[in-house]
């Protein structure tokens, strides 16, 4: 048996997603983005809606999401991704309309966007990628960086007296009447993004059924920002970020959990 | 055929883009431009055409909503009033970057800071030398009357979409407020998602099929391209320039000194011209329609016959500097306003003309000359 004859379609057990392109990601080794990009594709791929599906990119570590995404895509303005979303939405009430952000877009700077976009049930999917730090601009504190932790700009760690507490977006929407379902995954481990995937279907469903806003947030790490090897902060993740930001669903088919 | 009414500035603006076709439009509240809105909501524009009308929750959220309509080749529109364009500004720049067609509305009043909600000119400057951040410009028209106000949002589209670039209509809060009759111009239809997809295809998020995805952004991380990209514009503002250049001349023919005066502002100065000739002083008015493009030549020109030019802006001397630059020391150009939300009348304006230019001997001197602000 030579090579050829093995690569065969029913021997394959693993291919890229087809919905990526062949651009080189610019995420750090180790970062959870890329596996959230990736769980995104292969959703839209196999629910056959590409030609149906416009993305919005952030500013933040994935403002370049449309070099990867092989789809149609708007790049918006910092944190306003909800409000451009909200418009094509509008302007194409039949297509599948997403956001894909970090925590300082969606939470700092672009919260009443968000806030908003929930509450009117504008029918779109938010990504949110949780990984409690700017990582673009190079490890300042988010709004979602935890008690006591270090960031650039908080050298010595987040104090929440002066500093504010760490911001649970997905808790806080879902208690808006627009938010259809709000969920909380991960991608570090194959269970985990199997789950998240999982989500993101129902969310692209939702929008299929014009149920309004689907939320899902990934916690995720920043290896490169919390300054540890992807290992160390995977696991850090664990012990610190998921207790704070404990995953599960929030809020299904528009009841609370 | 064509409908007339008598209707405000503002309501005009709002009945033309519902009769234009426009797609979409987004705004928040600010005095002197909510009837734009409460006349679309009133309207049902959405059971007369399909138009989409949304009030956002802020300026900032209305513009960042333009700019994701006009990603998808449609036609869409947002107004507001001096504070609330500020808030405009990082959007409208993206809209410049990203090369999308929209129209922004100004429904200028006195600044700086919450100001006053009278009328004012006092954000010239924002419109026509940036405002947001980057090498950009805005297509700027500014109408004088409640016609325009109502004819200018046709033709603003028109440009937003012969160039892929925001426009911006610079009206003031006495135009949009004030009252007179305009002919309204008959329904269109809207354009159908097909021919959306037909004649936008090439560039909108329309959703990819079978051809290359199409992207809508204004970043390019790499400095020869991001140079490029800043070339391309410039070559759009040069045949703007070229091509879409307005203004009006009256009574220039044979003037001995001139007015240049847009919007509210010309409306004054040309009472002020028939004044004036009727005490024998051969005074003509320029009325920028674009205050970008400006009329830079027809001043240069106009600069070997008159003897004198005043502009005359309800600001502190904003345009003047345009009009300095555009007759290159010719001869002397001098500014009258009044701000805080104060019309100059026209007795005013001529007066001024008299002592500030007429009869002022210092003129040729820059040294003794009085400053030009009020
Ligand atoms: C108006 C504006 N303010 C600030 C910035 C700078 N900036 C770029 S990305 C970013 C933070 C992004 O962090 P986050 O959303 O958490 O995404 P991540 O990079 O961690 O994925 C900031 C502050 C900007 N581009 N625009």
Known sequence: MNVSEIIKPENQVFCKTKLMTDATLSYCPGCGHGTAH??????????????DTIGVAPVGCSVLAYDFMNIDMTQAAHGRAPAVATAISRL???????????DGDLAAIGTAETIHACNRGENIVVIFVNNGIYGMTGGQMAPTTLSGMPTSTSPYGRDVKTMGSPIKMTELVANLPGVYFATRHAVHTHKHARKAKKAIQKAFENTRLKKGVSFVEIVSNCNSGWKMTPLESNQWMVDNMFPYYPLGDIKVDGVLK | ??????????????EAAIRAGVDAYFGYPITPQSEVIEHLMAERPEERTGMIVLQAESEIAAINMVYG????????????????????LEGISYLAGAELPAVIVN???????????????????????GGGHGDYKLYVLAPASVQEMSDFVEDAFDIAFKYRAPVLILSDGLIGQMMEKVYLKDQQERISDEEVIKKYGGWAVTGKTDRKRNIITSLDLQSEKMEARVHRLLKKYAQMEKEDLRFEKISCDDAEYLFVAY???ARIAQKAVELARKKGIKAGLLRPITLFPFPKQQLFELADQVKGILSVELNAGQMVEDVRLSVEHKVAVEH??????????PEEVLEALEEKIIHNERIGDYKTRESSIL
Do not use: C
């Open chain 2, 107 to 129: 429904v200028v009043r006195g600044g700086p800071g919450l100001g006053t909600i009278q009328p004012s000119q006092a954000d010239y400057f924002q419109s026509v030398k």
């Open chain 2, 1 to 14: 055929m064509s409908e007339l009414k008598l209707m405000k500035g503002n309501e005009a603006l709002a």
């Open chain 1, 92 to 102: 194409w009430p039949n297509k599948y309309v997403f956001t894909y952000q970090g």
């Open chain 2, 263 to 265: 919007g509210s502002s």
């Open chain 2, 336 to 345: 009258f306003g009044r701000t805080g939300g104060i019309i100059h009348t």
């Open chain 2, 69 to 88: 309509a006009a990603s998808t080749g449609k036609k869409v529109m947002t107004s507001s009033s001096s504070p609330g364009i500020s808030l405009k």
């Open chain 1, 38 to 51: 990736n769980l995104t594709m292969e959703v839209i791929d196999e629910m056959g809606i590409v030609a």
